[in-house]
C-alpha cells in the first residue's frame, strides 16, 4: 500500500476513534491517547507484520 493511503487511512482511523472516546468516556484527556494509538497502530501496521 502507498505510504500517502496509509497515513490518510491513520489520520481517518484515529481521528474516529479519538471522536468514539471523546464522545463515550467521561475522562476527558485518553481521547487524544486513543486516536495517537490507533493511529500509529495503521501508520506501523505494515512494518510490524513484516
Same mark, same amino acid.
Given at each position: 500500500m502507498h505510504p500517502f493511503v496509509r497515513f490518510l487511512l491513520g489520520l481517518l482511523g484515529g481521528g474516529l476513534a479519538a471522536? /468514539? =472516546?471523546? *464522545? +463515550? =468516556? *467521561?475522562v476527558r484527556p485518553w481521547w487524544w491517547l486513543v486516536g495517537l494509538a +490507533? *493511529? *500509529?497502530? /495503521?501508520?506501523f501496521g505494515e512494518l510490524i507484520l513484516d
Open positions: 471522536g /468514539i =472516546t471523546y *464522545a +463515550v =468516556t *467521561a +490507533v *493511529a *500509529a497502530l /495503521i501508520w
